[in-house]
């Protein structure tokens, strides 16, 4: 009768010990899965960080494509906005950019600064323009672009550019330039 009741008392002690392991077994699953989708929202936010640095990009791409449309009117200091960009103090609100250069999922504020006055010379040329230096100046602009996609994703986005443009000095082109 005493081996009947050993067996009995293992058996109960088997049983504590595969709870024990189960235990151990859901707390290591549920860890896993908690380290999981946090993993998933880290990726989902850097996914949407270079989204918006990228929409960004494209709105300082398309002002940089049109970069001899800007007027040099002004001095140092003289903002270009877009039309009703809040929150910026601009001088002027006539800055355009080509419909679909961003897309139309969050917005976008951009904002061209004149940094310095005209400058006498280009200050970096390639050495095949190096002699035609005396005809030309450069204007020295700030390109600012910030995006928020928060219609979409929480993706937000703020990048800065400088721009050099290059204006004509040439005494065969009216003589000088503003």
Do not use: K
Not at 18 to 44: D, W, Y
Not at 51 to 64: F, G, K, P
Request: proline share 5%.
């Amino acid at each position: 009768m005493t081996g009947v009741r050993a067996v009995a008392r293992e058996g109960g002690v088997v049983l504590v010990v595969s709870l024990l392991v189960l235990l151990m077994l859901g707390i290591i699953a549920s860890t896993v899965a908690r380290t999981g989708l946090l993993e998933l929202h880290m990726a989902g936010n850097e996914e949407a960080r270079i989204a918006a640095m990228q929409q960004a990009l494209a709105a300082v791409d398309a002002i940089l494509a049109r970069a001899g449309d800007l007027p040099l009117a002004g001095g140092v200091g003289y903002r270009l906005c877009l039309p009703g960009s809040p929150g910026l103090a601009c001088d002027e609100h006539s800055l355009v950019l080509e419909p679909g250069a961003v897309s139309a999922a969050g917005s976008v504020d951009v904002a061209v600064t004149r940094i310095a006055p005209l400058a006498g010379r280009i200050p970096v040329m390639a050495e095949s323009q190096a002699s035609s230096t005396v005809y030309y100046r450069v204007a020295t602009f700030e390109v600012q672009a910030v995006y928020d996609g928060a219609a979409r994703n929480p993706g937000r986005a703020a990048i800065a550019q400088g721009l050099l443009v290059q204006v004509s000095s040439s005494p065969r082109s009216g003589g000088g330039a503003p």
